[in-house]
């Protein structure tokens, strides 16, 4: 299987890697995936409580390299929106910029899935009320 | 890049020894006859080459000539044997025994069986990748007409005890078929002296061409016989049809003179390799884990997992350079990790943590030191990414984490 230039270059020089204080109410943590299924992401978001933009995200994965480079992409693409931003990033956009083959599009999925979990639990944290936590008080 | 690639997928397929393909060139233009040919001299000298050729592969597995049929390659073997055995003796009865961690060829070959009718048990190996004999002899059925078990693993090397299967075999009645294709050219595999009637191998694991394999059919105490699965001709005493592979034959048996010549020394140069290699990784690196019996295992073959590391991802760290073959999922297009690993009782996180390395006759000191480097090198960097190398540094219960499943 051949990889594109640009999944390459986030495999090899992995941006943004590393751990924020989870502990932090700034800060939002996404934790998705499992060993048993050979992909783990952890995507951690800052938050700038006065211009609530994210000023600050790192990740650390367990996975292929299209795991590895679709969590090195997304952290990229995370620094500077604003968290409604955040959540309009979309699987198919990483899809796209890093050429993944049909076999690694779950890799994007899982992706858009930790950026989500950080801001829920960014979220949570901070007590915005969430559409999820919404519809669940009803 | 200009790198020096460095081949150490032996198992996957071996280079064709540059003797091999000398010894081949001749097959395709001087020499382009049939073998089937009887009544000219073209047919008359590729009838001969195959007939030594015959003879040559007969000699490195201690068998009569009579008792070996080419194919093309290990995979149509199994089949033939397989198959060809369910048919025969059918009249004998339906029950055929193999292993979890057979080839995909004897076990999709075992599922089509089930599909025509017949019952199969797959036995359960332990730790170290073996039946267990006390299994294999209660699996065993007044149906029962075959059994099946692999010489050498794949992705393993793990050897099987040969001999304590086939005397179990020969207490009952049951015909003993072994898929060999990793063991023969490689280690000593005489398959009359442990009771094996049919076993399958093939050329281009022993430094042949690709495309012709062999299955021996034992002719005499008892004679065995096949139902054919390629029907035409009647070459190859009926049970396999079509026009021999000449070029690719010569170079089968001229890569079983090759082997039985070099075989022990090579065993021993590589297994010293093997050993450098396994010990450097599983002492630089932590939580590094051997895979399979070590007492019991092909020299050229060590099959490791890195914990916490995805073994695609680690792989991608090395593999503009250097070739080797993971368990992991991501390998493949099923997203499910080696089930050979998990067979063994790995869990699915270490069987996708795994890396095989299987070295071969071309491959040198320089080649291994090279690769302890660049494995020990790409173990760290990918675990430095690991959020669960993280957290087991930490301390963390990775087991007790309700993981969100994909």
């Given at each position: 299987?051949?990889?594109s230039e640009?999944?390459?270059?986030?495999?090899?020089?992995?941006?943004?890697?590393?751990?924020?204080?989870?502990?932090?109410?700034?800060?939002?943590?996404?934790?998705?995936?499992?060993?048993?299924?050979?992909?783990?992401?952890?995507l951690?978001?800052?938050?700038?409580?006065?211009?609530?933009?994210?000023?600050?995200?790192?990740?650390?994965?367990?996975?292929?390299?299209?795991?590895?480079?679709?969590?090195?992409?997304?952290?990229?693409?995370l620094?500077?929106?604003?968290?409604?931003?955040?959540l309009?990033?979309?699987?198919?956009?990483?899809?796209?910029?890093?050429?993944?083959?049909?076999?690694?599009?779950?890799?994007s999925?899982?992706?858009e899935?930790?950026?989500?979990?950080?801001?829920?639990?960014?979220?949570?944290?901070?007590?915005?009320?969430?559409?999820?936590?919404?519809?669940?008080?009803? | 890049?200009?790198?020096?690639?460095?081949?150490l997928?032996?198992?996957?397929?071996?280079?064709?020894?540059?003797?091999?393909?000398?010894?081949?060139?001749?097959?395709?233009?001087?020499?382009?006859?049939?073998?089937?040919?009887?009544?000219?001299?073209?047919?008359?000298?590729?009838?001969?080459?195959v007939?030594?050729?015959?003879k040559?592969?007969?000699?490195?597995v201690?068998?009569d000539?009579?008792?070996?049929?080419?194919?093309?390659?290990?995979?149509?073997?199994?089949?033939?044997?397989?198959k060809?055995?369910?048919e025969?003796y059918q009249?004998k009865?339906n029950?055929?025994?193999t292993?979890?961690?057979e080839?995909?060829?004897?076990?999709?070959?075992?599922?089509?069986?089930e599909?025509?009718?017949?019952?199969?048990?797959?036995?359960?190996?332990?730790?170290?990748?073996?039946?267990?004999?006390?299994?294999?002899?209660?699996?065993?059925?007044?149906?029962?007409?075959?059994?099946?078990?692999?010489?050498?693993n794949?992705?393993?090397?793990?050897?099987?005890?040969?001999?304590?299967?086939?005397?179990?075999?020969?207490?009952?009645?049951?015909?003993?078929?072994?898929?060999?294709?990793?063991?023969?050219?490689?280690?000593?595999?005489?398959?009359?002296?442990?009771?094996?009637?049919?076993?399958?191998?093939?050329?281009h694991?022993?430094?042949?061409?690709?495309?012709?394999?062999?299955?021996?059919?034992?002719?005499?105490n008892?004679?065995?016989?096949?139902?054919?699965?390629?029907?035409?001709?009647g070459?190859?005493?009926?049970?396999?049809?079509?026009?021999?592979?000449?070029?690719?034959?010569?170079?089968?048996?001229?890569?079983a003179?090759?082997?039985?010549?070099?075989?022990?020394q090579?065993?021993?140069?590589?297994?010293?390799?093997?050993?450098?290699?396994?010990?450097?990784?599983t002492?630089?690196?932590?939580?590094?884990?051997?895979?399979?019996?070590?007492?019991?295992?092909?020299?050229?073959?060590?099959?490791?997992?890195?914990?916490?590391?995805?073994?695609?991802?680690?792989?991608?760290?090395?593999?503009?350079?250097?070739?080797?073959?993971?368990?992991?999922?991501?390998?493949?297009?099923?997203?499910?990790?080696?089930?050979?690993?998990?067979?063994?009782?790995?869990?699915?996180?270490l069987?996708h943590?795994?890396?095989r390395?299987?070295l071969?006759?071309?491959?040198?000191?320089?080649?291994?030191?090279?690769?302890?480097?660049k494995?020990?090198?790409?173990?760290?960097h990918?675990?430095?990414?690991?959020?669960?190398?993280?957290?087991?540094?930490?301390?963390i219960?990775?087991?007790?984490?309700?993981?969100s499943?994909?």
């Amino acid at each position: 299987m051949a990889y594109s230039e640009k999944l390459l270059d986030h495999f090899k020089n992995p941006r943004n890697v590393g751990t924020l204080d989870k502990g932090s109410n700034n800060v939002g943590t996404g934790l998705v995936g499992a060993p048993e299924c050979g992909d783990v992401m952890r995507l951690q978001i800052e938050v700038d409580p006065i211009t609530k933009k994210i000023t600050e995200a790192k990740f650390k994965t367990f996975g292929c390299g299209s795991a590895i480079a679709s969590s090195s992409l997304a952290t990229e693409w995370l620094k500077g929106k604003t968290v409604d931003e955040a959540l309009a990033i979309d699987n198919m956009a990483i899809v796209e910029e890093l050429a993944l083959p049909p076999v690694k599009i779950h890799c994007s999925v899982l992706a858009e899935d930790a950026i989500k979990g950080a801001i829920k639990d960014y979220q949570t944290k901070n007590g915005v009320q969430t559409a999820e936590s919404i519809a669940a008080s009803h | 890049m200009g790198q020096r690639l460095i081949y150490l997928d032996n198992n996957a397929t071996t280079p064709t020894d540059p003797r091999v393909v000398e010894a081949m060139i001749p097959f395709f233009y001087d020499n382009p006859g049939n073998a089937a040919s009887r009544n000219h001299p073209f047919g008359w000298a590729a009838e001969q080459a195959v007939d030594t050729a015959r003879k040559q592969i007969a000699d490195l597995v201690n068998v009569d000539e009579r008792e070996i049929i080419f194919t093309s390659g290990a995979t149509e073997s199994d089949n033939l044997a397989i198959k060809g055995v369910f048919e025969m003796y059918q009249r004998k009865g339906n029950h055929i025994i193999t292993a979890k961690t057979e080839h995909k060829a004897v076990l999709d070959a075992c599922g089509k069986i089930e599909k025509m009718g017949g019952k199969v048990t797959y036995l359960n190996v332990d730790r170290q990748g073996r039946i267990s004999l006390e299994d294999l002899e209660n699996a065993i059925t007044d149906k029962t007409v075959l059994v099946s078990i692999m010489w050498a693993n794949n992705e393993t090397g793990v050897i099987q005890d040969m001999k304590g299967i086939g005397d179990i075999c020969a207490k009952h009645g049951v015909l003993f078929m072994s898929d060999a294709t990793q063991a023969v050219g490689k280690i000593p595999v005489d398959p009359k002296a442990v009771g094996v009637h049919l076993m399958a191998f093939t050329s281009h694991k022993m430094y042949g061409p690709k495309g012709v394999g062999a299955l021996f059919v034992n002719r005499k105490n008892p004679r065995v016989k096949v139902t054919s699965q390629m029907d035409g001709g009647g070459h190859e005493r009926g049970m396999r049809s079509g026009t021999l592979n000449v070029p690719g034959i010569v170079g089968f048996g001229k890569a079983a003179e090759i082997a039985k010549a070099e075989m022990a020394q090579d065993a021993e140069r590589l297994s010293k390799l093997r050993d450098k290699l396994q010990s450097a990784l599983t002492g630089m690196l932590e939580e590094a884990y051997v895979n399979g019996d070590q007492d019991n295992r092909m020299p050229h073959v060590t099959n490791i997992s890195f914990k916490h590391v995805e073994g695609e991802g680690l792989m991608m760290t090395f593999n503009q350079n250097i070739a080797v073959s993971s368990g992991s999922a991501c390998t493949s297009a099923s997203l499910e990790p080696s089930y050979v690993l998990v067979a063994l009782g790995l869990g699915d996180d270490l069987a996708h943590s795994s890396l095989r390395f299987s070295l071969g006759r071309f491959t040198t000191e320089e080649d291994i030191d090279e690769t302890i480097a660049k494995v020990a090198e790409g173990v760290n960097h990918m675990r430095d990414l690991s959020p669960i190398w993280e957290m087991y540094k930490e301390g963390i219960d990775i087991d007790a984490i309700e993981w969100s499943e994909h």
